[in-house]
């Protein structure tokens, strides 16, 4: 009743059905790239430049069409809410380091973030972390612009949309 009749809101060439939970977060998930551009969609008339979206909070597949009952009750079924966060260049990129290193270093659900508005590449060579690197992220680009993530500004702020749930995530704790 709540959200009323049936409404197809994408049609969907072909089919995208995960395997497992696993693939859906760490390989490409064109669920969680939809979600991060509407996010960012969403944001821009309060001047966002990118979004953050962790692949993670999407269940299930699609094929043929999306409709408002499944993005409510299979396909994002968490409620969370949007939030507009302004972080910092250096923030960004820990927080792209801390989600991208658990690919790696942990047996914790990886939570590789999704984005708009950018593009990072992620180093997924063991043997880099084995020797030390502590910095998995590289050809990190903002509207075009690429952030040297090695020694990224303090002082640019980037105004991200975010979902409330992130506020809770570890790689954000610290920030």
Same mark, same amino acid.
């Given at each position: %009743? %709540? +959200? &009323? !009749? @049936?409404?197809?809101?994408? %049609?969907? !060439? &072909?089919?995208?059905?995960? @395997? !497992? =939970?696993? =693939? =859906?977060?760490?390989?490409? !998930?064109?669920?969680?790239?939809?979600?991060?551009?509407?996010? +960012? =969609?969403? &944001?821009?008339?309060? &001047?966002?430049?990118?979004?953050?979206?962790?692949?993670a909070s999407i269940r299930g597949g699609m094929k043929d069409k999306i409709t408002n009952h499944q993005v409510k009750y299979s396909i994002a079924p968490f409620n969370n809410k949007l939030k507009l966060v302004e972080l910092s260049e250096k923030d960004l990129v820990e927080i792209l380091k801390a989600s991208a290193g658990s690919l790696l270093t942990s047996d914790k659900d990886v939570q590789l973030m999704r984005c708009a508005g950018m593009e990072y590449s992620v180093k997924t060579d063991k043997e880099y972390f084995l020797n030390g690197g502590k910095n998995p992220i590289y050809d990190l680009f903002i509207g075009g612009r690429k952030v040297d993530t090695v020694n990224p500004d303090e002082n640019r702020k980037i105004k991200t949309v975010i979902t409330d749930y992130m506020l809770v995530m570890p790689c954000l704790k610290n920030i």
């Open positions: %009743k %709540k +959200l &009323g !009749n @049936r409404v197809t809101l994408a %049609k969907v !060439n &072909g089919e995208y059905a995960p @395997r !497992n =939970e696993y =693939e =859906e977060r760490y390989f490409e !998930n064109p669920l969680a790239n939809a979600f991060a551009d509407s996010m +960012l =969609e969403c &944001g821009k008339s309060y &001047g966002a430049e990118v979004s953050l979206f962790q692949a």
